[in-house]
C-alpha cells in the first residue's frame, strides 16, 4: 500500500486555461464555498472515464498531501485524480484493507450487489481489493465512527 494520502477538493469547474508552454497540461480552477482552488492537469492525472472538463462542471480533484505545495493565492495542487461528481453525491479516493476499511480509518465499505466494481479502463474487476487504491462513489454513510457505506460503484486503479 502507498503512503500516499489523496485530499479530496470539490466544486465546480469556474475555467480550464491552456499552460503556457506545455501543450499537454491545463489549469482547472474549481470554486466551492472556501474560494478558489487551482489544479494542474497532467498527463499523469488521472481523469475517471476520460471524461470531457468543461467550465461549470461540478467535479471532485485530489492531490497528494504528501507533495509540496507553492505558497501561492489561490493555491496550486497537482492532481492525482479528477472525476464528474453527481450533486448528492460524494467521491473517495485511497487504500482499503482486507475488511475494506480505508487505511485512514475514514471509510468502511459494505460491497452490495448492486455495487458496480472495475478498473479505470473499465473492464470488470474480480480480484481482492485489499490493498488497491479504490475511487468510491457513494450517496449515503452511517454516523458511525468509522462512517460505513454501500458504494453505487468502485473503481480500482490498477
Known amino acids: 500500500m502507498a503512503n500516499q494520502t489523496l485530499v479530496p ?3 465546480v469547474i469556474q475555467r480550464i486555461t491552456p499552460l503556457s508552454g506545455d501543450c499537454c ?6 470554486v466551492n ?7 494542474i492537469v497532467s498527463p499523469s492525472t488521472y481523469v475517471i472515464q476520460e471524461v470531457h472538463l468543461r467550465a461549470g462542471m461540478l467535479v471532485t480533484a ?7 505545495i507553492p505558497l501561492v493565492y489561490p493555491p496550486e495542487y497537482q492532481a492525482v485524480i479528477i472525476g ?14 482486507g475488511d475494506l476499511l ?5 471509510l468502511k465499505l459494505n460491497v452490495g450487489p448492486s455495487t458496480q466494481i472495475m478498473t479505470s479502463n473499465g473492464q470488470r474487476f474480480n480480484c481482492s481489493l485489499e490493498g488497491q487504491l479504490l475511487i ?9 465512527i468509522p462512517p460505513q457505506t454501500t458504494p453505487r460503484r468502485i473503481i480500482v486503479v490498477c
Open 33 to 39: 464555498n472556501s474560494g478558489v482552488s487551482n489544479f
Open 102 to 106: 480505508a487505511v485512514d480509518q475514514s
Open 136 to 144: 468510491v462513489y457513494y450517496s449515503a454513510a452511517t454516523m458511525s
Open 84 to 97: 464528474r461528481k453527481n450533486a448528492n453525491e460524494t467521491i473517495y479516493a485511497g487504500w482499503f484493507d
Open 9 to 11: 477538493v470539490s466544486g
Open 62 to 68: 485530489f492531490y497528494d498531501s504528501d507533495l509540496a
Open 25 to 30: 497540461s491545463l489549469q482547472v480552477s474549481i
